[in-house]
């Protein structure tokens, strides 16, 4: 996503919401945003969000409302969801596209997350069995790509939901 980021500045892309605290680099509004449990609830209770779960001891969703200003525009708004969220996205916009990213293989996966160095090795085991769990579920995606070389992926992802012909189509260090 932050290859597509780069090379197209102008598409959209959904902030999602999260309880967690920020990592070092990250930008409220920007990377997420940044709530509280009880903002969270809020939202929940108010159906302002699209969809949302529980990953590793934290709370993220898509906020509904920039979703919908988008769509309402025909716009494009992409997402970058877990497993869970694409299931509650495919119930309330089935027509939408939704393409899973895979790692090239679990012990890249695993070596990615790992050199993260943001969680504990509790949450770390957490986290890649369900990553176990969402590999297997590939095959309920309308397309995957592998991510093995970023650019390739990107150029797939563009690919994919059509932005080949867009002005910024340059492709950048990723």
Do not use: C, H
């Not at 597509?4 to 930008?27: D, H, I, W, Y």
């Amino acid at each position: 996503m932050a290859g597509l980021r780069r090379r197209f500045p102008e598409v959209l892309f959904s902030v999602s919401v999260t309880t967690r605290a920020p990592r070092t680099g990250e930008v409220d509004g920007v990377s997420y945003r940044f709530v509280t449990d009880e903002q969270f609830d809020a939202l929940v209770a108010s159906d302002g969000l699209l969809e949302w779960a529980k990953y590793a001891g934290t709370r993220y969703g898509t906020p509904r409302q920039p979703v919908l200003d988008a769509l309402a525009k025909g716009e494009t708004m992409l997402l970058e969801i877990d497993l869970a969220g694409a299931r509650q996205i495919r119930v309330s916009f089935p027509e939408a596209l939704q393409v899973f990213i895979a790692p090239p293989s679990w012990d890249e996966l695993e070596r990615r997350l790992r050199g993260r160095g943001a969680e504990t090795e509790a949450q770390m085991a957490t986290r890649l069995a369900r990553a176990k769990d969402e590999m297997a579920a590939e095959g309920e995606f309308d397309a995957v790509i592998v991510n093995d070389d970023v650019d390739k992926a990107v150029d797939e992802l563009v690919e994919l939901v059509g932005l080949g012909g867009r002005a910024s189509d340059t492709k950048g260090n990723s």
